[in-house]
């Protein structure tokens, strides 16, 4: 897992739309699909979305709605 280092700093992450807005409440980590660890703080849209996260998640399927793009805050900055 990554904890706010390398590559994953240039990406948008996809996260469960419930862990997003529980971390916006409390501030609490969230773990994007590729398994990224921060608290999310920046616009998603200002990044391309993380390769990895995308391919996990068009593997998933259809997977209805309950992911969305997370902001890309390294954890601990």
Do not use: N
């Not at 990554?2 to 700093?9: A, F, N, P, Q």
């Not at 916006?24 to 990224?36: M, R, S």
């Not at 660890?37 to 996990?56: S, T």
Request: charged share 30%; hydrophobic share 25%; proline share 6%.
């Amino acid at each position: 897992m990554s904890h706010g280092d390398g590559d994953h700093e240039r990406f948008a992450h996809y996260v469960q739309k419930d862990k997003i807005m529980a971390s916006a409440l409390d501030g609490t980590p969230v773990v994007a699909l590729c398994g990224k660890v921060w608290v999310p703080g920046r616009d998603p849209k200002k990044y391309p979305v993380c390769p990895m996260c995308k391919e996990i998640y068009e593997s998933m399927g259809s997977g209805g709605d309950d992911k969305g793009k997370g902001g890309d805050k390294g954890k601990g900055k």
